[in-house]
């Protein structure tokens, strides 16, 4: 499977830019460990060859797309990282005709890190509803037909806990942030000019790295994620300190599925329910 | 002679320090390691390769109050922070010891960081020799070694038995008055990095590529988050901000790091390292050329955190050897 999808990326890359359709490939290249992949821009069609994927191509590289705004631009996608695009397509942070998108219906990734590698797969590969992706230009892999229904398995565990546990819980992780923003920096769904984490008037959130402050900044994040959120957990990869922040963001993807059957990015059509106000909706205001 | 202490001897010695002392260790929590407070022995993690976060933290914590202000018979009153608590860091690697004596250049020349000059004067660093130094290690290559003495009041090196002991201060000296060490001929290996960097020369050699697309190209992959400085042992930038309660103003500084968009932004809304490339090529130029030049060594002390946490694989080896053959191809064609 590996040699023949990165043989496919390499080919697809290097006639794209040779033929001046784009000017510059976002994929995966092996790190500096040797073995695992980390993004890489290509802008040379000699330098195609660089470009592989295996099962450590791990990162969301539509996040970079947002850089790149109105220039010709191909990206690698798998089929959690397409639906980041639709997102962006339905927020109207991209435009379609100068992006070209490489899908590759993926296997799944496995947990790894800097010089490590485990054979297993993350778990959100395991509970994955979208090997193929849901938008492409170029399919490389066969489509896989029929994808697991919504498992939740992690969150009724949550459930199962007190209010009380649950408020020690978050605390505990919370003590752990550092407000380095990497979540907010790695997701593709947060493109604020000014995020409110940063704004002076109002001060939304203080500066202090502190509890408090921490668990208003997870959980104000989460909220702007809610029916948005994509799943690609690339906000839970990045976090130096494993707040397991999934766990947020699948409460609120359950909530959104169960209250408006909606799955976020699935189409470039439908914006998520919660930024869309419709005259007759039933707000229950002065009933 | 080498001197000797048994492994149940340092339970019973760094037992008695907590009694009267804080002492901040490493601890594990989840799949991480870091340096905490703890209330017993059983809570230090002893087989590690290094903290996932560096021991700054307890000299330049993520948040701290400088001083706070109130008005009193018509002037005000500045109360500046003191830190009163004496503290002990058991378990401290050479290189992150290293990386707060470099941070004294910054904090400590006048006008002196009163914060950190307090808590530099209050804590005694129990060093902890690497046995294995992990894959991102390079320490040998910035001047250190995994056994380095240097910044440290005491060194252990753990031996079959034990820890070999070796008392480098007055501080350390005190510490372990009343401790009993057995004397013993053990050779002690000495390790050595798994990795070499080509560090020499670095600092003229990044002074030939400022102007290098080199740096535009690689921050395409950076996200800009702060994790690379805030694993970092010698990154000490900050935010300060004041907020008042009850009459009472309270000036906070807080982490904050030159990847952070508007980090540099100034009045009226100006950025002068507005993109990507600019921020990222900050990092590399601080630690590789401004900060030898103003303060002496180079501001990395090769401990590999940034190496292994940054998500995209921005490698400080990797960079360095880059600048090397660019300032070298540079050198060339000037000829």
């Known amino acids: 499977m590996e040699a023949n999808f990165t043989q496919q990326i390499r080919d697809k890359a290097e006639e794209l830019l040779e033929k001046g359709i784009v000017e510059c490939v976002i994929g995966y290249e092996i790190g500096s460990d040797s073995f695992s992949a980390r993004p890489v821009f290509i802008y040379e069609p000699a330098e195609a060859e660089r470009l592989v994927f295996d099962n450590t191509c791990t990162h969301n590289l539509v996040k970079y797309l947002l850089d790149k705004k109105g220039k010709p631009t191909a990206v690698v996608v798998k089929g959690c990282d397409s639906r980041a695009i639709n997102l962006l397509l339905s927020e109207k942070q991209l435009e379609r005709d100068k992006i070209f998108v490489i899908g590759v219906v993926c296997p799944g990734v496995v947990e790894w890190g800097w010089n490590k590698r485990s054979e297993q797969l993350q778990n959100r590969c395991n509970l994955c509803r979208q090997h193929t992706p849901v938008v492409f230009d170029f399919l490389i892999g066969e489509p896989v037909t029929e994808e697991p229904p919504a498992e939740f398995a992690d969150i009724a565990e949550m459930e199962t806990k007190s209010p009380e546990e649950r408020d020690t819980f978050w605390r505990e992780q919370a003590e752990r942030c550092l407000r380095c923003y990497a979540c907010r920096q790695a997701c593709p769904g947060c493109y604020c000019i000014d995020c409110f984490v940063e704004q002076l008037d109002p001060e939304w959130v203080g500066i202090k790295i502190a509890p408090e402050e921490n668990l208003m900044w997870n959980a104000i994040r989460a909220y702007h994620l809610a029916g948005r959120c994509i799943s690609c957990n690339e906000c839970e990869r990045v976090c130096p300190v494993d707040i397991p922040l999934s766990l947020l963001n699948r409460k609120l993807e359950q909530r959104v599925l169960d209250l408006f059957d909606f799955q976020s990015g699935m189409s470039e059509d439908t914006p998520a329910p919660l930024i869309t106000f419709k005259k007759d909706d039933n707000v229950g205001i002065g009933e | ?335």
């Open chain 2, 1 to 335: 002679m080498i001197k000797i202490l048994g492994k149940r001897g340092l339970e019973s010695w760094l037992s008695g320090l907590l009694q009267e002392r804080t002492l901040v260790a490493p601890k594990r929590v989840n799949d991480l390691i870091l340096f905490s407070p703890v209330q017993s022995v059983d809570e230090i993690a002893f087989d590690f390769e290094n903290t996932n976060l560096s021991p700054k933290e307890s000299f330049f914590p993520r948040t701290d109050t400088l001083f706070t202000a109130e008005p009193k018979n018509d002037d005000i009153e500045i109360t500046p922070a003191t830190i009163e608590q004496e503290v002990v860091i058991f378990g401290i690697r050479p290189c992150d010891a290293r990386g707060i004596a470099e941070l004294d250049g910054p904090y400590l020349t006048e006008p002196a960081d009163s914060v950190w000059a307090q808590r530099r004067d209050k804590t005694t660093l129990i060093g902890l020799s690497c046995t294995k130094p992990a894959p991102q290690c390079f320490c040998s290559s910035m001047g250190g070694a995994p056994n380095d003495p240097s910044h440290v009041d005491i060194l252990l090196t753990e031996v079959d038995d034990g820890y070999a002991v070796e008392t480098v201060t007055k501080k350390g000296e005190r510490l372990l008055q009343a401790v009993e060490l057995k004397e013993s001929d053990v050779k002690l290996s000495v390790p050595s990095c798994s990795t070499t960097v080509p560090a020499e020369g670095v600092v003229e050699a990044i002074r030939k590529v400022f102007d290098d697309p080199y740096w535009s190209r690689l921050a395409d992959r950076c996200i800009h988050c702060n994790i690379c400085a805030y694993v970092c042992p010698t990154c000490y930038c900050f935010d300060i901000r004041d907020y008042s309660a009850k009459g009472k103003i309270e000036r906070i500084r807080t982490w904050e790091s030159c990847q952070s968009k508007g980090f540099t932004r100034i009045a009226g809304g100006y950025d002068p390292r507005a993109n990507k490339g600019a921020r990222l090529r900050q990092r590399f130029c601080h630690k590789l050329l401004y900060f030898p030049e103003q303060f002496g060594p180079i501001g990395c002390v090769g401990c590999g955190r940034c190496v292994v946490s940054c998500p995209v694989n921005i490698d400080i080896r990797e960079i360095i050897s880059d600048i090397q053959k660019l300032g070298a191809e540079v050198g060339q064609g000037s000829n």
